[in-house]
């Protein structure tokens, strides 16, 4: 089936600087979103959701838009921290799995230079 | 407030033995989804419960079933272990039926299969 993808693996940023993660989904019924933290050892953390009626939707520190004329979904993060070092996801679902299952793809390493 | 808990958090079993995990979902949380996550990639869908029932399932092989519990707990069951089934099983938990609801993980349980 179809799933959501990542432009890049690994994104190395300096500490104080914006990060933007990017997820490309290919699945064009999709209508919600969601983006998780990975640290290692541990399971993913919810950060943000977006339904695909919104366009931009902010969070602590954490912004996430979605465009779907290109099918494309970003995460910003303000003022990196190293504690911000981890794998991000992008995760989605669509209607005819009743929204159920989340389809991950395969992440993106944020690594936070001090 | 509780969150998802899971246990074991790690676990050695050799081929053709048979696993029973267990998750706990976050207070307040009627639904439980099982992921399967192998190293280096995102989390796959293994199936969905709610009022007992498997609501859900993605590709997964009968050898893999699971059950939910009146206290809305919830067991995965592998049968006939392969070494490919080494991985981190992961608990998440929703609250509701409708779809598209955020679903919030545990740790995970790290299977290796010898």
């Known amino acids: 089936g179809e799933s959501v993808g990542l432009h890049l693996p690994t994104l190395s940023v300096q500490e104080g600087d914006n990060s933007i993660i990017n997820c490309a989904y290919s699945n064009s019924a999709s209508d919600y979103f969601i983006w998780y933290k990975q640290e290692s050892g541990k399971g993913p953390q919810f950060i943000i959701d977006i339904r695909s009626n919104m366009d931009k939707r902010q969070g602590q520190r954490v912004t996430v838009l979605l465009n779907k004329t290109v099918k494309h979904l970003s995460l910003q993060i303000a003022a990196t921290q190293p504690g911000d070092s981890a794998v991000y996801f992008c995760?989605?679902?669509?209607?005819?799995?009743?929204?159920?299952?989340?389809?991950f793809g395969s992440g993106t390493r944020l690594q936070v230079q001090p | 407030d509780a969150g998802v808990t899971q246990s074991p958090t790690h676990l050695i079993k050799t081929r053709g033995q048979q696993v029973t995990l267990r998750c706990s979902p976050k207070?307040?949380?009627?639904?439980v989804s099982w992921y399967q996550q192998a190293l280096g990639q995102g989390p796959q869908f293994i199936f969905q419960?709610?009022?007992?029932?498997?609501?859900q399932r993605g590709n997964f092989p009968d050898r893999f079933s699971g059950h939910q519990f009146p206290n809305y707990s919830s067991e995965l069951n592998v049968n006939a272990l392969l070494l490919g089934d080494s991985a981190l099983y992961l608990c998440?938990?929703?609250?509701?039926?409708?779809?598209?609801?955020?679903?919030?993980f545990g740790p995970g349980t790290r299977l290796l299969v010898l």
């Open positions: 207070s307040g949380h009627d639904t």
């Open positions: 419960y709610y009022e007992e029932e498997e609501r």
């Open positions: 995760a989605e679902t669509y209607p005819y799995t009743g929204r159920r299952a989340l389809t």
């Open positions: 998440a938990s929703s609250r509701g039926d409708r779809g598209a609801e955020t679903q919030y």
